[in-house]
């Protein structure tokens, strides 16, 4: 596993089970990196979030600027 620090700069949103879309919060974040999929974790105020994305999707975002690495 690779940890970085990362930093959202757009719009970036993950889905709880089969709840809605919900919005990571502009910001800096963690990121562990696996094989198969990134995990990133955020605080927003006094609420701490985590969600697991592919490592696909990750990589999209990435290139598209909506989350860059530090």
């Known amino acids: ?3 970085v620090t990362g930093h959202v700069k757009g719009k970036l949103c993950f889905r709880e089970g089969d709840g ?3 919005e990571i919060p502009l910001g800096p974040c ?3 990196i696996e094989e198969l999929d ?5 605080v ?3 609420v701490h979030g985590s969600t697991a994305i ?3 999707d990750f990589e999209r975002h990435v ?3 909506v989350l860059s690495l530090e």
């Open 20 to 22: 809605v879309l919900m």
């Open 1 to 3: 596993m690779t940890r």
């Open 38 to 42: 990134v995990t990133l974790t955020w």
């Open 30 to 32: 963690e990121i562990a």
């Open 44 to 46: 927003d105020d006094a």
């Open 54 to 56: 592919p490592k696909s």
């Open 63 to 65: 290139a598209d600027g």
